[in-house]
Nanobody, 130 residues
Framework: EVQLQASGGGLVQAGGSLRLSCAASGFTFDDDYAIGWFRQAPGQEREGVSCISSSDGSTYYADSVKGRFTISSDNAKNTVYLQMNSLKPEDTAVYYC??????????????????????WGKGTQVTVSS
């Protein structure tokens, strides 16, 4: 059974940093997969923030986070990280980790409001104060 455990959210001031972690089980990072981070703020649609693909190592970032967020993976720990720097109040949302097994590019994984993903973890709240 695939399980995703997200952690690392919290309250931070604008300009600060947080690192989110997504620990995956039920598959290994030696398999084919795409995994990423999505977020949803109250009253807004879910948004693909950043995804990574094992097929070609490609990464995708939403325009709103390019240059500020970095996605990475640790194969030994079966964990994906999202380093978030220069946080803004508009980054406030519940952040979810999601995965899809198989050969999928990162932009496909992050597309369609997350509807292309097959497995979801519980969210972690990120709040950025001004």
């Amino acid at each position: 059974e695939v399980q995703l455990q997200a952690s690392g959210g919290g309250l931070v001031q604008a300009g600060g940093s947080l690192r989110l972690s997504c620990a995956a089980s039920g598959f290994t990072f030696d398999d084919d997969y795409a995994i990423g981070w999505f977020r949803q703020a109250p009253g807004q649609e879910r948004e693909g923030v950043s995804c990574i693909s094992s097929s070609d190592g490609s990464t995708y970032y939403a325009d709103s986070v390019k240059g500020r967020f970095t996605i990475s993976s640790d194969n030994a720990k079966n964990t994906v990280y999202l380093q978030m720097n220069s946080l803004k109040p508009e980054d406030t949302a519940v952040y979810y980790c999601a995965a899809k097994l198989g050969l999928y590019y990162s932009d496909y994984a992050c597309d369609a409001y997350g509807n292309n993903m097959g497995y979801w973890g519980k969210g972690t709240q990120v709040t950025v104060s001004s």
